[in-house]
């Protein structure tokens, strides 16, 4: 039973563009989202997260939105940059414990 | 910075032997870590919760006799993964939340292990 989701498993948009990543969980007990960036062969590096009492995290070119009545949060870069490619993974928490999405790719082109 | 560490990280060995992982903390304490691991392309799976002082907490369908994890101090967390097959080859990755902090969580730059 897969908690989070990531329906896209991969994302390319050019330079300078919105990069928008989605990510729907089911468990209505999660109460603390989070994105992390992660490299191949590396661990993943935190991005940003949101609280369940909030709708909208901004933090730079980050921004978070969740919409609990949909249980669906999203993570939006602007503008994009070629650095940004790697895999994004939304993350839930309820208990302390993560639970991770299956990732999506971001590729951004020059 | 990184403020969580782990070594080694990459490893080779062959079928059968056992080989262990150590995650640090570096610069604050840890009394519960998280052990993750990730198959190509897949999400990361949490495996089990180490927790210093006490027995690990396993996930449904982690085998707590395969993967050995003791929380030895309140900074160093070790994952022995005992008479390892082909079919444990992964990437292993720890991680730390802060103490008295959110649920925001420091992971360490993980171990390739790769059995032959």
């Known amino acids: 039973d897969q908690q989070v989701k990531q329906n896209s498993p991969s994302l390319s948009v050019q330079e300078g563009r919105i990069s928008i990543l989605n990510c729907d969980y089911t468990n209505s007990m999660f109460d603390y989202f989070l994105w992390y960036k992660k490299y191949p062969a590396e661990g993943p590096t935190f991005l940003i997260s949101?609280?369940?009492?909030?709708d909208k995290n901004e933090d730079g070119r980050f921004t978070v939105f969740l919409n609990k009545s949909a249980k669906h949060l999203s993570l939006h870069i602007v503008p994009s940059q070629p650095g940004d490619s790697a895999v994004y993974f939304c993350a839930a928490s309820g208990t302390g414990k993560l639970i991770f999405g299956q990732g999506t790719t971001l590729q951004v082109k020059p | 910075g990184a403020v969580v560490s782990q070594h080694p990280s990459w490893v080779i060995c062959k079928s059968g032997t056992s080989v262990k992982i150590e995650c640090r903390s570096l610069d604050f304490q840890a009394t519960t870590m998280f052990w993750y691991r990730q198959f190509p392309k897949q999400s990361l799976m949490l495996m089990a919760t180490s927790n210093e002082g006490s027995k690990a907490t396993y996930e449904q369908g982690v085998e707590k006799d395969k993967f050995l994890i003791n929380h030895a101090s309140l900074t160093l967390s070790t994952l022995t993964v005992t008479s390892a097959h082909p079919e444990d080859s992964s990437f292993y990755i720890c991680?730390?939340?802060?103490?008295?902090?959110?649920?925001?969580?420091?992971f360490g730059p993980g171990t390739r292990l790769t059995v032959l």
């Open positions: 949101i609280s369940s009492i909030k």
């Open positions: 991680s730390a939340p802060r103490e008295g902090g959110t649920d925001t969580q420091y």
